[in-house]
């Protein structure tokens, strides 16, 4: 692997467009049972609100060091203005935000006692965005392009409403057009309007979801084989060059379809102690997609982004990924 990859990674211009959140937390203290039902008191000592979704793929692709423009509709509410507050804080680009009076903010509040999740509250509206909504973020993204030189584009779906139809089928356009990269973390609902992307990463429940189809993963030979007529059939159907499907513990599985000949592999996980998988997966998408954008090869992509979510689910909360212990597990794991 080129040593001055991070460099370029760093000089990377990724656009995010999906659906974007609040992760608030309160965290605290358990030292008792509540007389009113068996679940824990938890003594608030300290409340924090951050990024999240969408977000959450922006901070990762900022703590590599690169530039990351987000693009969706939010509420016109308290909530927005406390998400708006923390992209000023974090200095990043709010040109791709548009709010609305007739949406309302996602929330995801988090009670986390003697550093274990207890509970998720959700406050959160998932109705497509309507014909105005589409129309207003599709001119902050026309705008956004024709203003930057954008090296990759994520879809960030979280089955919010962001991620319609025609907006996917307008912004992979536009991509095309301009030769930009473009990477999907799906969801069930839009799974089969993406097509022509660079690279498409459900997991192995949005994968047999999407495509309604089972996946024998009781050894490692039989989910291979399985995975890899699934894959080629995915990429096929839908004009998708790579095809990540991560496999949590297992790993995940690689189908390159730009050689004309499928390629496919199974990528091993990293050895790491998890604490919460919480936004595992934006690290992937996140570290995937500037990998590609820098040039390196899939496989090494595919490592790197692997060795990433582990990272990741080190620590307790969504955390975007820290750039230095990155390059040291990389550097590490190119010795070996």
């Known amino acids: 692997m080129p040593e001055n990859i991070f460099d370029r990674i760093a000089k990377t211009k990724v656009m995010i467009v999906g659906d974007v959140m609040i992760d608030s937390y309160m965290w605290g203290t358990v030292t008792r ?108 993204i026309t705008r956004t392009i024709k203003a930057m030189a954008i090296d990759a584009i994520i879809f960030q779906d979280y089955d919010k409403g962001n991620i319609t139809p025609r907006i996917i089928e307008e912004v992979s356009a536009m991509a095309r057009r301009k030769g930009i990269l473009t990477t999907v973390d799906p969801k069930h609902r839009n799974f089969s309007s993406f097509r022509d992307v660079s690279l498409f990463k459900p997991n192995l429940k949005e994968l047999r979801e999407g495509l309604n189809i089972e996946i024998d993963d009781s050894s490692d030979e039989a989910m291979v084989r ?55 997966g934006d690290t992937v998408i996140s570290i995937i997609t500037l990998a590609l954008a820098a040039g390196m090869p899939l496989l090494d992509a595919v490592r790197c982004a692997n060795i990433a979510g582990g990272l990741v689910c080190q620590q307790v909360g969504v955390v975007p990924i820290d750039r230095e212990k990155l390059i040291n597990q990389m550097a590490m794991a190119s010795n070996e």
């Not at 995940?252 to 990293?270: K, V």
Request: hydrophobic residues 40%.
């Open 33 to 140: 049972i509540s007389p009113e039902a068996p679940v824990p008191v938890v003594s608030v000592t300290k409340r924090e609100k951050r990024l999240g979704g969408a977000a959450n793929v922006a901070l990762n692709i900022q703590a590599m060091g690169s530039t990351p423009i987000i693009c969706s509709v939010m509420g016109n509410d308290d909530s927005s203005k406390d998400f708006l507050q923390i992209m000023y804080k974090y200095g990043m680009d709010r040109r791709g935000i548009v709010t609305s009076d007739n949406r309302m903010t996602t929330v995801k509040s988090r009670v986390i006692g003697n550093n274990m999740h207890i509970v998720r509250v959700d406050e959160e509206s998932t109705n497509p965005l309507s014909t105005l909504e589409e129309d207003q973020l599709l001119d902050r």
């Open 226 to 280: 399985d995975l890899s007529k699934a894959t080629i059939a995915l990429c096929q159907q839908q004009q998708i060059d790579i095809a990540l499907v991560t496999l949590s513990s297992r790993g995940m599985f690689a189908c390159d379809m730009r050689g004309g000949e499928p390629a496919t592999a199974l990528i091993p996980a990293c050895a790491h102690a998890v604490a919460d998988v919480s936004g595992a």
